[in-house]
């Protein structure tokens, strides 16, 4: 079983304030339904055997977009409520997702933050991959919008983020350092498990990254693969929208 994992819980407020109202970022369109992120995420491959989707603000809009646009999938498409969507950090959704997912026999996961865009050769290389995957892209690494990693002089990878957008901070030597295309492959299950079963459920009130880490810190640089995501935007405002290719 291949299984894609979107969380989308978030209250897009920095979106939502570039509009002027509220907004959930991963339905949002201008012209028709197909140029939402959501849409144009589970319309990357359809070849997964479940999508779980985690959401939580303007939860009912979501469901209303998933009963609509979504049909075709049938029960393929798994719903979560993240309750603590607004006082949480972004690790529950994927706690949700993952606690959600433990009694299937799954073969790999793919994990994506849902306020991206990403070309279809670049998530065609991620699905393809047979190994675990990171992803990275081209675009700066600014403390106010990136989720950025770093090689130290073991070559052991460490995620760096800022929730307040202020400063990252590398507290060592570092051998590289890269933008995250926030999209990740756990191509081992039973290290996925393991690494799930880790983590106290307090633990993952804070970022994804806490599972991130986790699941790669331990592991070796030939035991993933690092892609580079070619055409990536992370959909912070309206104008980041505007910049995706039209359909």
């Known amino acids: 079983m291949k299984i894609l994992i979107v969380t989308i819980a978030g209250i897009s407020s920095r979106f939502s304030e570039s509009l002027g109202y509220d907004c959930l970022k991963c339905l949002y369109y201008e012209n028709s339904f197909e140029e939402s992120l959501l849409y144009r995420m589970l319309h990357q491959n359809e070849h997964f055997d479940l999508y779980v989707l985690v959401g939580g603000f303007q939860y009912e809009k979501l469901e209303a977009a998933v009963k609509k646009h979504f049909s075709e999938y049938g029960d393929k498409i798994l719903l979560i409520k993240n309750k603590h969507y607004a006082d949480y950090g972004s690790g529950y959704s994927l706690y949700l997702a993952l606690k959600e997912i433990q009694n299937k026999e799954f073969k790999e996961v793919i994990f994506a933050e849902g306020d991206l865009y990403v070309d279809h050769?670049?998530?065609?290389?991620?699905?393809?991959?047979?190994?675990?995957?990171?992803?990275?892209?081209?675009?700066?690494?600014?403390?106010?919008?990136?989720?950025?990693?770093?090689?130290?002089?073991?070559?052991?990878?460490?995620?760096?983020?800022?929730?307040?957008?202020?400063?990252?901070?590398?507290?060592?030597?570092?051998?590289?350092?890269?933008?995250?295309g926030q999209i990740w492959k756990f191509a081992d299950a039973e290290h996925l498990r393991e690494t799930f079963a880790s983590i106290k459920e307090t633990q993952w009130r804070g970022t994804n990254l806490v599972f991130i880490q986790r699941y790669f810190g331990p592991l070796s640089k030939k035991d993933y693969e690092m892609i580079l995501c070619r055409e990536w935007i992370n959909c912070n405002t309206v104008s980041d929208y505007k910049r995706m290719p039209r359909i």
């Open 121 to 180: 050769n670049s998530f065609q290389q991620i699905y393809e991959s047979p190994a675990n995957v990171i992803t990275r892209n081209q675009d700066e690494i600014l403390a106010s919008k990136a989720v950025a990693y770093y090689f130290d002089r073991k070559n052991q990878i460490h995620y760096i983020y800022d929730t307040a957008h202020g400063a990252l901070e590398i507290p060592e030597p570092f051998l590289g350092i890269f933008n995250s």
